[in-house]
């Protein structure tokens, strides 16, 4: 415990759950001396929160029966996450909760103390987190506000989804079970009728969305993190692996999160691996990289990028 605001807290609640505690014990629960912990006590009657003491044996420290701890009193940590997660909530949901967010703060602010005002006034600016959605949320919202209210109110949708596995839009009718944020990326799971299954879709790739009246029920068993672990663990992976030339290693290690794998040649070069979806995601992430880096497995994935370099090549050659 840090901070005096945080051991006041922390007294009430164990005069609260367990009344009658002699100074001694309050003082070793705190980490405080005996001296400490009464001036506590004068600082809470000073605020107005009644306490009384019994003497003798088998007396101790109390709170006034009937006394309970007013429902909106956080430490200093606790007030700063609340604040930092109604930034988020902004950062996120963008216009369909930046007026809940902001007024939830303004509540928020007004009840805290003077010590706890100033210090989400230094979280606010000292720890920020923004640039989460990779795609425009204001061209998102009106897809996300269907959405939204679809799954709020368990209605059907019809959609038109643009996959990346087919180069037309295909007509999907989805029962919304959860709106998910990873990666960066904004995503729907429901049951795709056309499929039969559970399904995920990226919302920025719906093309065209509306509600219809047909309303479902998620089944009992469905377990959204469970579906999302083994969703990703099923999913297709090509594992690639680069040869990096000695002069462009700095790109790599700059970025070692992305990569599975990284292996320091004799020569200065890097041997690095990394996993894809797809022969085309891991074929255009190696050419990101231009004539530094030299694919040396799989066979197909070099074949790939050999190809689209000739053709590529002959393009700028006319």
């Not at 415990?1 to 629960?29: D, G, H, V």
């Not at 009840?111 to 100033?118: G, H, S």
């Not at 049951?191 to 719906?206: A, G």
């Not at 040396?296 to 002959?314: C, D, F, I, S």
Request: charged fraction near 25%; include cysteine.
């Amino acid at each position: 415990m840090n901070n005096t605001a945080t051991r006041l807290i922390t007294l009430i609640f164990l005069l609260q759950n367990q009344p009658n505690q002699k100074a001694s014990e309050l003082a070793k629960k705190l980490g405080v001396s005996l001296r400490t912990v009464h001036r506590y006590f004068d600082m809470l009657e000073e605020m107005g929160i009644p306490l009384y003491a019994e003497r003798g044996q088998y007396g101790g420290f109390s709170l006034v029966r009937g006394y309970k701890m007013p429902p909106l009193v956080f430490t200093l940590e606790e007030a700063v996450a609340l604040v930092l997660g109604t930034g988020m909530v902004e950062e996120m949901w963008g216009e369909l909760y930046r007026e809940s967010a902001r007024g939830a703060l303004a509540k928020l602010e007004n009840l805290l103390p003077e010590e706890q005002v100033r210090e989400v006034a230094w979280a606010r600016n000292s720890l920020v987190a923004t640039g989460m959605n990779r795609s425009d949320l204001k061209v998102l919202t009106p897809t996300l506000e269907k959405l939204r209210r679809a799954i709020r109110e368990h209605r059907s949708l019809e959609m038109k989804y643009q996959s990346n596995q087919v180069p037309h839009p295909t007509q999907r009718r989805v029962d919304p079970y959860a709106l998910v944020h990873r990666w960066g990326w904004w995503y729907v799971v429901g049951f795709c009728h056309l499929r039969d299954d559970v399904r995920t879709f990226r919302v920025d790739r719906i093309a065209e969305i509306s509600l219809s009246d047909a309303t479902f029920s998620i089944p009992p068993e469905f377990d959204l993190q469970a579906h999302l672990k083994n969703e990703f663990q099923a999913q297709p992976q090509i594992k690639a692996k680069l040869k990096v030339d000695a002069d462009a290693t700095w790109l790599f290690k700059g970025n070692q999160s992305y990569w599975e794998s990284m292996e320091e040649q004799a020569d200065g070069s890097l041997i690095v691996i990394f996993s894809a979806p797809a022969l085309e995601w891991a074929a255009s992430t190696t050419l990101a990289y231009g004539p530094a880096v030299e694919v040396l497995e799989p066979p197909e994935l070099r074949r790939m990028v050999a190809e689209w370099l000739q053709v590529t090549a002959a393009k700028y050659s006319k």
